[in-house]
């Protein structure tokens, strides 16, 4: 049996994303799957981007579909 995207992945999240080429950064929603036994949790409290995230989101990510930026967090 298949499992819906909300059953795979169940929590809510939120977070930024460039959604075209302008680079524009806006809240986005998404949802995650749950956190297994080898999995870790934190809180982020602060998250930075540095200058290579914006080149990234301004189209030089060389042919990558999606993006996770802000891993200085």
């Known amino acids: 049996?298949?499992?819906s995207i909300e059953q795979?992945?169940?929590?809510?999240a939120s977070g930024w994303a460039?959604?075209?080429s302008s680079g524009v950064l806006s809240p986005f929603n998404f949802s995650r799957r749950e956190t297994g036994e080898k999995d870790v949790t934190f809180k982020v409290l602060y998250c930075g981007i540095c200058h290579s995230d914006l080149h990234m989101v301004d189209?030089?990510?060389m042919g990558l579909l999606y993006l996770s930026s802000g891993s200085r967090a």
Do not use: I
Not at 8 to 12: G, V
């Open 59 to 61: 189209q030089e990510r």
């Open 18 to 20: 460039a959604r075209d």
């Open 1 to 3: 049996m298949v499992m």
């Open 8 to 12: 795979e992945h169940p929590n809510k």
